[in-house]
T-cell receptor, first 116, second 111 residues
Framework: GALVYQYPRRTICKSGTSMRMECQAVGFQATSVAWYRQSPQKTFELIALSTVNSAIKYEQNFTQEKFPISHPNLSFSSMTVLNAYLEDRGLYLC????????????FGEGSKLTVL | GDSVTQTEGPVTLSEGTSLTVNCSYETKQYPTLFWYVQYPGEGPQLLFKVPKANEKGSNRGFEATYNKEATSFHLQKASVQESDSAVYYCALPSGSWQLIFGSGTQLTVMP
């Protein structure tokens, strides 16, 4: 079956430092990856959509300068939160798309960021 | 633009009672609709999906009908169990392939 692994599961970092998180698709080719942030209130914010060999599309309020993303192949994507501050805390979720026709995303367990 | 609105939580039920989580959507197309479930400490996982309007989807006793006329996709279960305690999300594809999620409904089932 389709599995998505995210690493690390949780990180505690000091204000102003950075955190890199990874997303690995196993058992399928992830042509597209969506990065979301889930707030403590459980709502989802879409950060960016990444497709292999295409430009990464960032949503409003999220920039490449703050959340650089790499998507070098069909099984791996990474995102970094640069200069993290309190408002960046949350659960960062990677959703990988396998089927172009349905829009279904397969999610990892998330990387939880706590900022001190 | 496309949007999803669902029952505001939290919802607390006793085991064996029935559940309804309302979901309404706005879209100009007729995409596949999804219900995702998220257990504590995990990422969201697909509960089930319905690709066609006016069809029903189901899994683990949960079901929902894709109602095109009413633009609704309400989640129901006749008899909830303690293990159903989780956050439930209605989701809708938007644009090329983004998924829009509802605000989530926290369900707690008491034994």
């Amino acid at each position: 079956g389709a599995l998505v692994y995210q690493y690390p599961r949780r990180t505690i970092c000091k204000s102003g430092t950075s955190m890199r998180m990874e997303c690995q698709a196993v058992g399928f080719q992830a042509t597209s990856v969506a990065w979301y942030r889930q707030s403590p209130q459980k709502t989802f914010e879409l950060i960016a959509l990444s497709t292999v060999n295409s430009a990464i599309k960032y949503e409003q309020n999220f920039t490449q300068e703050k959340f650089p993303i790499s998507h070098p192949n069909l099984s791996f994507s990474s995102m970094t939160v640069l200069n993290a501050y309190l408002e960046d805390r949350g659960l960062y979720l990677c959703g990988a798309r396998r089927d172009r026709n349905t829009g279904q995303l397969y999610f990892g367990e998330g990387s939880k960021l706590t900022v001190l | 633009g496309d949007s999803v609105t669902q029952t505001e939580g939290p919802v607390t039920l006793s085991e064996g009672t029935s559940l309804t989580v309302n979901c309404s959507y706005e879209t100009k197309q007729y995409p596949t609709l999804f219900w995702y479930v998220q257990y504590p400490g995990e990422g969201p996982q697909l509960l089930f999906k319905v690709p066609k309007a006016n069809e029903k989807g189901s899994n683990r006793g949960f079901e929902a009908t894709y109602n095109k006329e009413a633009t609704s996709f309400h989640l129901q279960k006749a008899s909830v169990q303690e293990s159903d305690s989780a956050v439930y999300y209605c989701a809708l594809p938007s644009g090329s392939w983004q998924l829009i999620f509802g605000s989530g409904t926290q369900l707690t089932v008491m034994p």
